[in-house]
């Protein structure tokens, strides 16, 4: 029984780690390609590492321990990555793509951002 | 003292996650820098970890507050601690043993793939770590603080904030 | 002090995870490993200066643990839907996409609770958080943009948050 | 059995490797390349569970979560840089 929970966390874990990547690949610009990369990655990574939780429990506890803090650091750490990628990417110069509706944070002049032109 | 909102270093986001990590990250660095001899790492792996806690204040708070968690004085002297003890234990091994970095502490063979075990092993893993952890993080508020300017001909670091021309 | 000592015994609550089982065959205690990690979350607690929480009032009160938990609860259901949206948009041929970046405003202040929000907001359906001002607004880029007035997008974007979050951070 | 699922596993993987590779080879800003070098980052913590699995032993995920806290560090320094800001301010 636990296999069979395990087996199908492992598929579909790995299944949406190749469509946030397959997203990294096909979206037009870097902040869409956050969006798809992080969400799906991030549950897809969780999943595989719930699914090994999973399919050793009958042998030892500390692989699933080892696996919840893994779960842990990576659902705090990954969108603050992606939040400061995606300011990076914004004060860096990267327009969003032509296809976009809207920039409220170009619109007020990046506030937080504390950028002073030097050179 | 610890104002998220100051201007200096990154975001208020990046910067709140940071206070709420970096304990657990010299925590790990310290478990992989005490359990060298169990699992894999040791001290360069458990240093690099050490010094990455560090170099995420250092980024996330800029420099004044990471100055302020480890001071460069307080580098300096840690990894020079580091590289006495790593060097006294290779010079205990020759007083004791007769060679150098002779293991002169037994362990009974129960102990095995125990914490207290391995001899000397422990003691370099936790001298390593010292010094790789503090002059990791020397070599980067050293590198960000300098930068190369040609004077007179030459190339040579000077500091960036007295480098106005 | 007593924001040093909560650090030091969450880090010694972690330092117990990772040295998983407590107890040897014999059923004795691993004395040695758990006296280690006392020493380690004793330099941890001691280096890190600025501290992991703001304040340690309420630390203890149970409610916020059982908020915490139905947070998760929520969360996990709203993580599960967000992917499915970007499977969806990503394998289908024609790329159902209306990105842009548009501000909302929260009630929240303290910066752990917008911290939480912002990163609950990162990991929710077609929403990715650019930027988090400390007086609470907040610029989010949203791959279906629907509105770009902030009250209206708010009501699509932050309200479900946060009324747990204002509970757990209290 | 097992060791076909884990096969399957460890071939997807690296079919996202690929792909990771491909928009940092290819991605037009220097962005692109950050985002995939942080996905790349994540995939890998993976492999470790996988690993983990396949023998039974629990020390690789403690690979596992060093290798998430370099790839975190990393793309924290990659952003600042990305920003225009120094390293020290």
Redesign the interface.
Known sequence: MSDTIG?VM?AV?????????????????????????????????CL??G??AV??AG?????A??????IV????????????????????G?K??E????????A?G??????EETE | MNDPHA?EG?????KT?TR??KGFLLLYGAYIVLYGHLTPGGGFAGGVIVACAFILVFLACGAGIGHRTLGRLAASELDSAGALIFTAVGALGIALGGVFFRNFIRTPPEAHFRLLSSGVIPVCNIAIGLKVGTSLFMVLAILSAVHVAVKGGRRRMVRRREDKS | MMRRLALFLLCFA?WI??V??PRDETGALRLADLSAGALAALLAAAVMREFTFEKTRGLLDPRRYLWLAAYGVVLLFY??K??FD??Y???HPA?P???????VRTSLRSASAITAL??SI??TP?????????DG?L?V?W?H?TT?DPEEAARHIVSRFEWFISRIFA | MPET?YNL?CG??L??CG??L??IGLGP????R???I??LG??V??FT??L??RT?L?YY??I??AW??LS?VG??A????????GFDE
């Open positions: 087996a492992l874990g790995i299944l949406f780690n190749l469509a946030g990547c397959l997203g990294m690949v096909r979206l037009p610009d870097v902040y869409n390609r956050l969006q798809a990369a992080t969400k799906c990655v991030t549950l897809g990574t595989v590492l699914a090994v399919l050793t042998q030892s506890a500390a692989i321990l080892r696996g919840a803090l893994c650091f990576i659902v705090i750490t990954s969108p603050t990555a992606a939040h400061a990628l995606a300011r990076g990417a914004h004060a860096s990267v969003l793509w296809g976009s509706v809207a920039d409220a944070y170009a007020d990046e506030p937080g951002a504390a950028r | 201007k990154m975001s208020l986001i990046v996650v709420w990590l | 972690v995870v990772l998983w089982p993580i599960v967000a992917n970007v499977a948009r990503v394998l790329m996409i209306r990105p842009g970046i548009v501000k912002a990163n990162t990991l077609g929403t990715l958080t650019v930027e988090a001002t400390a607004w610029y880029h791959i943009v770009t | 699922i596993a997807a993987l079919v996202c792909m990771c491909y928009r800003t220097a962005p692109d950050a985002v995939a942080d996905i994540i995939v913590v993976c569970a996988l983990s699995l039974g629990s995920l403690n596992g979560i998430a806290i975190f793309t924290i990659l952003a600042k840089h990305l920003e225009g800001k």
